[in-house]
C-alpha cells in the first residue's frame, strides 16, 4: 500500500537561507510526530504539505494527489491546526466551526449540524455560544482542533494540541487524537514539543534539524537500544552496588533517578545482577529490558551533523 | 454539557460548488458588520435622502398632470432650485417634449441622488464596513484558517470585496431603484418605461462605478495593516484631504481666472476622488462627454488596479512568511 504522505527530496528556499533541505519521507495511517528544535524547518513542512508555499525542488503526494499541483484537493483532505492563535473575530464558537465547514464546501444547515456534533466531541458546552475573543487559552486550543477536524478530513495536521491545556484536558485530547487514528484510521502529524505527549500517543517520529531528516523511524523500534541492556533500580546505596558491578567485570553505567543500566544479554546477566545483589547486601527493586528515551533520541539527533557525525 | 454527544462520526454527504465559496466569506462578513449599531444607524440615514428624491419625482409627474405647479416649479422656486444646483431640473422644466423632459428630470434627479447625498454617506459608511475586514484578519492571523481550507487568495479577495459591494449597493442602486419603480408607479402611463428603460442600467453602471474603486481602495488599505483604526484614518484621510484640496485649487484658480468655465473645475477635479466620481457618475447619466471625463475613468481605473494588486500581495504575505 502507498504511504498517505509521501515526500521525495523537497528542497524549500528562502533566498540564500534553506529551510528544507532534500526532505524524504513516507508517513503512513496512525500518528506520526514530528519533532525538532525550533528554525527546524517544521512550520515550513506544513505549509508545503499545504500548499501554502512551493517547494523549490523536489515532489511530493497527499493520498493521490500532487503536491504544488493540486493545492485545493489537498486542503479538502488535511484539516490542519495551527499552532497561532488564530480566530475570526466577532463570530461565536459554534459560527467558527460552521464557517470552517463551509469554506470546506459543507452546505450552511449541514456545516451548522455538524460544528454541533464536532464541537460535542471536542468537550465544548455552552461556550460555544460565546465570541471567540472570550475563550481561555484551553478553550481556543479545543476549538481550532474543532475547525481542523469539521470536515472529516482522512489527513490530520495538528501543530501543538496540546499546548496551553490543563493536565486534564491534556489527557482527553490526547485521547481524542488516539480514537481519531486508531478507530476512524485518520492519519495524524503531530507536531509537538511536548516528548511525554509522543511517547503517548506517537506510532512513528520523525525528527528535523536544520531543515533535514535526522529520524524517521516508528517509536517502538527507536526505542530498542543498539546494545542489549537492562536498566536495574536498587534499594540502598546504587553507587556502591555499581561499583560492584564493575568490579565483577560488567559494563555499567549510571542513568537517571538512581538507575543502574547493566549491558548485556538479558538471560545471563539478570542472574549475575541478582547474585552480586544478595552479596552487597542491597535489595533490587526492579530489573528491566533498557530502552532508549525518546528525550535522548532527540537530543543525539538533533546534536548530529547533518552529515551524519555527532 | 452535550445534550447528545454521538463522538465521532465519519461523514459522507454531498460537498457545495467549490466556486461559491467567496459567498460563505462574504455572507460571514455581511452578518459581521451588521453587528454595528453605527452601521445600522448610517443605514437608515442613507435611505432618507431617498424620501426627498422621491418627493422630487412625484413633483415632477404632477407638474405634467397639473400645469399650474409646472408654473410654479419654474416660477417662484427656479432660483431655490440653482441655489441647490438642481439646475438640470429646472432645465428639464424648459423641454417642451415631455417624454424627452420626464428622462432629462429623472437622469437628474438619479445623478443628483447619486452625487450628493449617497456620495457622502458611502465614504462614512465605507469607513465603517471596510477597515476591520482584513485587517482583524491579519492581527488574528485567521488567514491560516481560510487559506488551510480550499479556498483560493482570488476567493477571499472576492469574499471580501462583496462585502463591501452588498452595503455599496443596499445605499446606491436598491434605493435609486426604488425611486426609478416609484417614478413608473407615478406617471400617467406605462409609456414611461420605453421612455426611460435605459435608466435602470445607468444606475446599475453607476452604482459600479461607486462601488468598485471604492470597495478595492479600502480593503487595499485595510490589508496594509493590523490596526483597523490606521486603515479608518487612511480612508477617512484620503477622502477628507482630496476634497479639501480641490475646493483650495478652484477657489484660487477662480480668483484669478476672469471668465471661469466648466473647465476650470473640472481639471482640478483629479486631486479629489469625490469629484472624480462625480464626473464619472456625470458622464453615466449622459450628462457629460466621454471625451470630458476620460481621465477622471482613468483614474478610477488605475486605482482600482493598484488597490487590488496590492490587496493581493498584502494577502499572500503572511503564508510566505
Known sequence: MNALIELDEISKNYGSFRALDRVSLKIDAGITSLLGPNGAGKSTLIKVLLGLLRATSGRGQLLDYQLGRHNRQIREQVGYMPEDDCYLTGLSGVESVQLSAQLSRFASLEALRRAHEILDFCGMGQERYRTVETYSTGMRQKLRFAQALVHDPPILILDEPTSGLDPGERESMLNRIKILACEKGKAVLLCTHILPDVQAVSDAVVILASGRVRVAESLERLSVPTAPSLRVKVLGDADAFMSDLGRAGLKVRSGANGTITVEGVHEELSERIWQQARQAGVGVRSIEPSRNSLEEIFLTAVREQPDGHS | ?321
Open chain 2, 1 to 321: 454539557m452535550a445534550i447528545h454527544d454521538v463522538g465521532y462520526r465519519t461523514w459522507q454527504g454531498k460537498l457545495a460548488s467549490p466556486w461559491t465559496r467567496w459567498m460563505v466569506i462574504t455572507k460571514a462578513g455581511v452578518r459581521r458588520a451588521w453587528q454595528s449599531s453605527w452601521l445600522k444607524r448610517m443605514m437608515f440615514f442613507a435611505w432618507l435622502p431617498a424620501i426627498f428624491f422621491a418627493l422630487g419625482f412625484f413633483l415632477w409627474e404632477q407638474s405634467l398632470l397639473n400645469r399650474d405647479m409646472l408654473r410654479m416649479l419654474d416660477g417662484p422656486m427656479r432660483h431655490q432650485m440653482q441655489d441647490l444646483d438642481l439646475k438640470g431640473f429646472s432645465a428639464g422644466l424648459q423641454i417642451e417634449d415631455e417624454r424627452v423632459a420626464r428622462h432629462s428630470v429623472w437622469s437628474w434627479l438619479l445623478y443628483f441622488f447619486f452625487r450628493y447625498p449617497q456620495g457622502g454617506i458611502m465614504v462614512l459608511m465605507v469607513g465603517i464596513i471596510a477597515p476591520p475586514l482584513i485587517s482583524q484578519d491579519v492581527r488574528s492571523r485567521a488567514f491560516l484558517l481560510y487559506f488551510s481550507r480550499p479556498i483560493a487568495r482570488w476567493q477571499y479577495a472576492l469574499g471580501k470585496i462583496a462585502t463591501v459591494w452588498f452595503y455599496l449597493l443596499m445605499i446606491s442602486a436598491a434605493p435609486a431603484l426604488l425611486l426609478y419603480v416609484l417614478g413608473v408607479f407615478m406617471s400617467p402611463s406605462v409609456q414611461v418605461i420605453s421612455d426611460t428603460w435605459d435608466l435602470p442600467l445607468r444606475i446599475v453602471a453607476a452604482s459600479a462605478v461607486l462601488m468598485v474603486p471604492t470597495a478595492s481602495l479600502a480593503l487595499c488599505l485595510s490589508s496594509l495593516t493590523e490596526e483597523s483604526r490606521y486603515a479608518g484614518f487612511s480612508w477617512f484621510a484620503v477622502w477628507i484631504l482630496g476634497w479639501f484640496t480641490y475646493a483650495v485649487m478652484t477657489a484660487v484658480e477662480l480668483g484669478h481666472t476672469a471668465e471661469p468655465d466648466s473647465t476650470t473645475l473640472e481639471k482640478w477635479a483629479p486631486v479629489s476622488l469625490y469629484h472624480t466620481f462625480g464626473e464619472v457618475q456625470g458622464w453615466v447619466f449622459g450628462f457629460a462627454p466621454f471625451e470630458q471625463i476620460k481621465y477622471a475613468a482613468l483614474l478610477l481605473a488605475v486605482i482600482t488596479v493598484v488597490s487590488t494588486a496590492v490587496l493581493f500581495r498584502s494577502i499572500s504575505a503572511p503564508l510566505r512568511a
